[in-house]
């Protein structure tokens, strides 16, 4: 039987086995994503600087949005490479056309990346 799978909202991996944040309370599973290697519950905090201590609900998506763009620009690479599918991966990173279909995955404005120009597609 295959289990339910929930979807990272920072890079769009569709493995993750519990969800980010519970719905309705917002609590964060302080799990790790194997691919983008964020935790939730404590990057959005500590792995990006929007000059808060603890970053506010209503600024998670701009939390999001700041780590995404860290992570991409700074080649994608894989957080957990055992966990994380071998056939998604390139030398521990993100394979560039997997990177996108992830992002398709969380209905992105994609164009309005101008980061992704620098990332070879
Ligand atoms: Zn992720």
Request: a negative charge.
């Amino acid at each position: 039987m295959k289990m339910k799978t929930y979807i990272c909202p920072i890079c769009g991996y569709d493995g993750l086995d519990e969800p980010p944040y519970e719905k309705g309370s917002n609590a964060p599973s302080y799990n790790i994503c194997s691919c983008c290697y964020f935790e939730y519950g404590f990057s959005e905090d500590h792995d990006i600087d929007l000059g808060y201590i603890v970053t506010p609900d209503e600024m998670k998506e701009a939390a999001f949005q700041l780590y995404r763009k860290q992570w991409i620009e700074n080649g994608a690479v894989v957080g957990y490479t055992e966990s994380y599918p071998k056939e998604f991966q390139v030398n521990g990173k993100v394979k560039p056309e997997i990177l996108i279909k992830q992002l398709n995955r969380l209905e992105l404005p994609l164009d309005n990346f101008t980061f992704l120009e620098g990332f070879k597609l």
